[in-house]
């Protein structure tokens, strides 16, 4: 079974960096992308990046490049999503996502269940 | 940058037919997704391809496309269906991929 499992919920300040994750299991993570999507409070899905941990190839939307950091550890099955400095505007449920075969672009068929991000001084 | 755009709202009555657009100038060239999103979940994929039903979607599900609009179509309306609903596709250059704004489905 997949299954894609993202860490805690973060409660964090503005400036402050954080790193969160999304686990998979049940298939091996070299042989699709894993994306990230933002939900902001009460308003619509944003696509943010997407990567290949097979090679690292990462693709990122213009809306996020050089915002957010998308890496993974092959070796530990693990994606993240990386800011070095936080602001309110961060605020907001990600979710990470599994495209299906179709490549970098396709739909994305397996969801975490988010991560819960709040930026407050 | 490339934007989806998609109705805000929709309101059908239970067993009519609801009809979801999303346009977008890449569409004639990029297949097209469609998610539904009910609070408090994270979204399920409900159209793959234009117009292909992922295994365990109903059958009241559809997707068209035409030009440089993709339509969900839900048949027979249920009560369950009210949610929110997203199309996503690529942008010309297949670069990167973004979401439609979202169109909210309420079942009268």
């Known amino acids: 079974e997949v299954q894609l499992v993202q860490s805690g919920a973060e409660v964090k300040k503005p400036g402050e960096s954080l790193k969160i994750s999304c686990k998979v299991s049940?298939?091996?993570?070299?042989?699709?992308?894993l994306g990230w999507v933002r939900q902001m409070p009460g308003k619509g899905l944003e696509w943010m990046g997407i990567i290949y941990p097979g090679d690292a190839d990462t693709r990122y939307s213009p809306s996020f490049q050089g915002q957010v950091i998308i890496s993974v550890d092959k070796s530990i099955s693990t994606a993240y999503l990386q800011w070095n400095s936080l602001k309110a505007s961060d605020t907001a449920m990600y979710y990470c996502a599994r495209p299906d075969s179709s490549g970098p672009q396709g739909g994305f068929d397996f969801w975490g269940q988010g991560t819960m991000v709040t930026v407050s001084s | 940058s490339y934007e989806l755009t998609q109705p805000p709202s929709l309101s059908v009555s239970p067993g009519q037919t609801a009809r979801i657009t999303c346009s977008g100038d890449?569409?004639?060239?990029?297949?097209a997704y469609w998610y539904q999103q009910k609070p408090g979940q994270a979204p399920v994929l409900v159209i793959h391809?234009?117009?292909g039903r992922p295994s365990g979607i109903p059958e009241r599900f559809s997707g068209s496309s035409s030009g440089t609009t993709v339509t969900l179509t839900i048949s027979g309306v249920q009560a369950e269906d009210e949610a929110d609903y997203y199309c996503q596709s690529a942008d010309s250059s297949d670069t990167f991929s973004v979401f439609g704004g979202g169109t909210r489905l309420t079942v009268l």
């Open positions: 391809k234009d117009s």
């Open positions: 890449a569409l004639p060239k990029q297949y």
């Open positions: 049940g298939y091996s993570i070299t042989s699709y992308w």
